[in-house]
């Protein structure tokens, strides 16, 4: 197992185990699915049978994306992955979280794999969407969102307006394009959990920015230099492991 390094671990798992003082209201924010949310999706015949089928759903925008959803549940997993990368960056985790008992999307921002528009625009938008398939068609009581990167920003961005119940954001930025993470960190109510390796500037030096300003986050710094899911290739237990057990902690 690779080495991992927690600062004030003791204080962390302790935490870890209680709710975070954050929105107690389970229903998110209401918003109505489009037509086209409301479809059956397509069941795939993939080689993975932890792939329970294929997702797409429509942005406010009019963009399509496209996803895949791993395993059946009452709590969902929304995993936004990084700038440069698609969904296939989370398949594993996915796979992981639906033995775990979990309902995983991944996705494609607009621009990557077959989803439609231009690539690193209004990753909120898209993200929004995905919150929305994993309430109306997924039927999830809670949805925690996993970012990496960009994802991790646009997921503290939206993260109160929808009442998701937690988010983690693995080596996210303080803004990026029009979203502004650190001014909705200011007063965000949900809880968080950053994860950053020790030498990956400036990103550790933005997540220690989210770290001061938002009052519900928790910090994991990583040994190393990795971004984003790129961490899981020397922390791949560790970081599993950890996430996990913060999703499970914020949805009991």
């Known amino acids: 197992m690779f080495p991992i390094r927690l600062k004030s671990f003791a204080i962390f798992v302790a935490l870890l185990a209680l709710p975070f003082q954050a929105c107690t209201d389970d229903n998110p924010k209401t918003f109505s699915p489009t037509a086209e949310n409301s479809q059956e999706p397509e069941q795939v015949s993939q080689g993975s049978t932890s792939v329970t089928k294929q997702a797409r759903f429509i942005t406010e925008d009019g963009e399509e994306i496209s996803g895949l959803v791993y395993g059946q549940g009452d709590i969902g997993i929304v995993l936004a992955h990084m700038r440069g990368r698609g969904q296939s960056s989370w398949s594993n985790f996915g796979k992981t979280a639906s033995e775990s008992g979990y309902v995983a999307l991944t996705f494609d921002f607009r621009g990557y794999g077959d989803s439609t528009g231009t690539k690193d625009r209004r990753m909120d938008r898209d993200l929004e969407a995905a919150v929305r398939y994993m309430f109306f068609v997924e039927n999830v009581r809670k949805v925690v969102i996993i970012g990496a990167s960009m994802g991790g920003t646009a997921a503290i961005t939206i993260a109160d307006e929808y009442n998701v119940a ?68 020397e922390h791949d237990i560790d970081l599993t492991e950890q996430l996990l057990a913060f999703v499970y902690a914020q949805t009991r």
């Open 166 to 233: 937690a988010v983690a954001a693995l080596s996210p930025s303080t803004e990026y394009g029009r979203i502004d993470a650190l001014e909705a960190a200011s007063t965000m109510k949900t809880p968080l959990l950053l994860v950053v390796a020790e030498n990956d500037p400036p990103f550790n030096g933005y997540a220690s920015s989210l770290l001061a300003t938002a009052s519900t986050t928790r910090y994991l710094e990583l040994t190393g230099s990795q971004h984003g899911t790129n961490l899981f290739a």
